[in-house]
């Protein structure tokens, strides 16, 4: 009888003390970029020679995210398309345009992002990351082809390189 | 990827360092990683790896080595990875993304 009580004071007291302890959670942040397809391009095809992510077209313009975990440590490059990676046979060339411009953002000081960001060469837009947060960049581009000529029927797939480069 | 900026330390293989690397999928519409090692003006160098393509599920991470021979080490700048995606449908622009960690 006497060891039962002992034994359940000791579980009692036991339970107390181990709910009493403090139980830390630790973590660390590291500086890191992230870089999520937040909406696939699709291209329109209001002209038949020509292919455009513009929604005037029809289009789906590119909707590429970066997530930063800590101010200051990289630069985000991004490449909008000036060849198919997969497409018909095309016997004639094509006019590649296009633009990498900042859309939404998570604070405010990443609009001046866009005023700052540099062109070069042409397909190629840089951005310095000054600032944690997630930044949300549209890319759109647009395919002409030869001179009034029709596109072959078929599937066309271009690739957008979004770079993200510790600094 | 990170570190942000991986520290070169000696290997188990004379004359080779290694760099311990992380790289964590946060893309759904990705699987495979390629692992490419570059000078400052993005010239290739000459790397070891267990397998250069790794397959890393979307909210997994994988841990890796790189090893880069000890002459190589001066000209060594980024250590990236490239988002393998794949050849895609119709009238679509594709996303490949890059994340590089600097050597300083």
């Known amino acids: 009888m006497s060891i039962k009580k002992i034994t359940a004071v000791a579980l009692l007291l036991s339970t107390t003390s181990a709910m009493a302890t403090d139980s830390p959670i630790n973590g660390t942040v590291q500086p890191k970029c992230s870089v999520y397809t937040e909406t696939q391009g699709v291209y329109g095809h209001p002209l038949p020679n020509k292919l455009s992510t513009a929604s005037a077209d029809g289009g789906v313009s590119t909707s590429i995210r970066y997530d930063i975990a800590q101010a200051d440590f990289y630069k985000a490059q991004i490449t909008h398309p000036n060849s198919f990676s997969s497409s ?26 866009e005023a700052a960001k540099v062109i070069s060469p042409s397909n190629v837009t840089t951005f310095d990351m000054t600032l944690a947060g997630s930044t949300w960049f549209t890319v759109s581009s647009t395919a002409l082809y030869g001179y009034n000529k029709s596109l072959p029927a078929g599937s066309y797939t271009a690739i957008i390189k979004a770079d993200c480069i510790a600094k | 990827m990170t570190p942000a900026y991986p520290v070169l330390d000696s290997s188990y293989i004379n004359g080779v360092v ?25 010239k290739p160098v000459s790397f070891a790896t267990t397998a250069r393509l790794l397959k890393v599920g979307y909210n997994k991470n994988k841990l890796f080595d790189v090893y880069i021979r000890f002459a190589d080490v001066k000209k060594t700048k980024y250590i990236c990875t490239t988002s393998k995606v794949f050849k895609g449908g119709n009238q679509e622009t594709l996303v490949s993304s890059m994340i590089c960690s600097k050597i300083k």
């Open chain 1, 88 to 113: 018909p046979t095309l016997d004639d060339v094509v006019a590649w345009t296009g633009s990498s411009v900042v859309g939404q953002v998570s604070v405010s000081g990443m609009s001046a992002y």
């Open chain 2, 18 to 42: 290694v760099a311990k690397m992380k790289l964590f999928n946060r893309r759904e519409d990705v699987d495979y990683y390629q692992i490419e090692v570059f000078t400052e003006d993005w």
